[in-house]
Antibody, heavy 129, light 106 residues
Framework: QVQLVQSGAEVKQPGASVKVSCKAS????????IHWVRQAPGQGLEWMGI????????RYVQKFQGRVTMTRDMSTRTVYMELSRLRSDETAVYYC??????????????????????WGQGTLVTVSS | SYELTQPPSVSVSPGQTAGITCSGD??????ACWFQQKPGQSPLLVIY???KRPSGIPERFSGSNSGNTATLTISGTQAMDEADYYC?????????FGGGTKLTVL
């Protein structure tokens, strides 16, 4: 079955970087976008961006531009999300989620009819001095 | 930026029908979806493209979207449906989530 397994919890100091991994199995890795969504403790969901594993193209939410990098490793079927210059208010669970529907256009990113299904188990990133 | 507004909480008695709303400017012109999240778990897609149910989601979950409001309806609500529910839509190439609604079954 389709499964996304994320890396373990991290504790980082303010100003540091964190890199979270998301290993996919149970489907053709290059055929589905992967999204990253975060959730601060007791708060709602916030979309961070998307990567097309087929060609590595990405789209990030403007507020994260310059601080977030999403990459993929085709050999290990793993997607990574790195967030730099962490702040204490960015303590959150970071989730990866696969697009429900297969990519129609192999290159680039097309959004607007994307549904997040399934999700990884989440990675708690704690930012504290 | 685009905003989706949900009521913070909704209560329903077991076996009754629960309705959770999600409001946004001209939301009916976009596609809406809904996620269920139980404590300590990842979100689960329960409705997509306004009214479609993924496989494995019970038929008691249904959705609609018109005008400025999308609605998640749970018919014959069960204790296991107690959870937080989030709506989501796309605006200007960005995924936007509602603030979430805590559904209490009592």
């Amino acid at each position: 079955q389709v499964q996304l397994v994320q890396s373990g919890a991290e504790v980082k100091q303010p100003g540091a970087s964190v890199k979270v991994s998301c290993k996919a199995s149970g489907y053709t890795f290059s055929n589905y976008y992967i999204h990253w969504v975060r959730q601060a403790p007791g708060q709602g969901l916030e979309w961070m961006g998307i990567i097309n594993p087929s060609d590595g193209s990405t789209r990030y939410v403007q507020k994260f531009q310059g601080r977030v990098t999403m990459t993929r490793d085709m050999s290990t079927r793993t997607v990574y999300m790195e967030l730099s210059r962490l702040r204490s208010d960015e303590t959150a669970v970071y989730y990866c989620a696969r697009d429900r529907d297969i990519i129609v256009v192999p290159a680039g990113i097309v959004v607007g009819r994307n549904w997040f299904d399934p999700w990884g188990q989440g990675t708690l990133v704690t930012v504290s001095s | 930026s685009y905003e989706l507004t949900q009521p913070p909480s909704v209560s329903v008695s077991p076996g009754q029908t629960a309705g959770i709303t999600c409001s946004g400017d001209n939301l009916g012109e976009k596609y809406a979806c809904w996620f269920q999240q139980k404590p300590g778990q990842s979100p689960l897609l329960v409705i997509y493209q306004d009214s479609k149910r993924p496989s494995g989601i019970p038929e008691r979950f249904s959705g609609s979207n018109s005008g400025n409001t999308a609605t998640l309806t749970i018919s014959g609500t069960q204790a296991m449906d107690e959870a937080d529910y989030y709506c989501q839509a796309w605006d200007n190439n960005t995924a936007v989530f509602g603030g979430g609604t805590k559904l209490t079954v009592l």
